[in-house]
């Protein structure tokens, strides 16, 4: 009898190493791409919420300016009269910038509450902080809300703009009526990674 030859034949190992070879480098390719592609949606929302953050911060420095009232605050020192502005690009240890801005009703409190509010800007590590008080004349337990801006800054240039005429100062007690106001405030954020940001406003209450 004349053995038979299966017609079915298997893979040889050679074979099956070779498959396994291209199965583990398509799947390495494929997490690759997956880590790649998890990466890029991780840097796009920190980059979309940076510039939210950003956005939010431009306009709460822009509505305050714009909302500058010519109500007098007293000098840190408490010396002198009260002045309607203060503003000062180097002096790192008092508020590079502080007025009064108008503020709102709330119709949902029981008691009265001021339409004024008292604004600060200043440096501390290396970040813009902004506070605000609920009453132009602050007390002793007088709510303050502070919140930093932007980080990683490294210094903030002021320029006030009247009557086309720029100044990087601003002094509210220095004889002038409280009434007179710059017209125009731009503040240019510059960051330790040189990257600078301007932001300009006209300001409310002047005349």
């Known amino acids: ?19 396994l070879l291209i199965l583990a480098m398509l799947s390495a390719a494929g997490t690759s791409l997956l880590l790649g592609a998890t990466s890029s949606s991780k840097q796009l929302n920190a980059k979309e919420v940076e510039a939210r953050q950003t956005d939010i911060a431009q306009a709460l420095i822009r509505n305050d300016i714009a909302a500058l009232s010519v109500r007098g605050v007293l000098p840190d020192s408490g010396l002198g009269g009260p002045g309607n502005l203060f503003g000062q690009s180097d002096d790192l240890s008092d ?12 119709a949902s409190l029981g008691a009265q509450r001021s339409t004024l509010q008292y604004v600060e800007y200043w440096l501390e590590d290396g970040a813009l902080v902004r506070a605000v008080t609920v009453r132009p004349d602050a ?13 990683g800054v490294d210094r903030v240039e002021l320029q006030f703009f009247r009557d086309s005429v720029m100044s990087r100062d601003w002094v509210g007690d220095a004889g002038q009526p409280l009434d007179v106001l710059p017209e125009l405030i731009e503040l240019d954020i510059v960051f330790e990674d040189e990257r600078v940001l301007t932001i300009a406003a006209l300001t409310g209450g002047r005349t």
């Open 1 to 19: 009898m004349i053995p038979t030859r299966s017609t079915k034949s298997g893979f040889t190992l050679a074979e099956t190493l070779v498959a």
């Open 95 to 106: 508020p590079i910038l502080r007025f009064v801005r108008s503020g709102w009703v709330d």
């Open 139 to 151: 007390s002793t337990g007088t709510p303050v809300a502070e919140r930093v801006l932007f980080e």
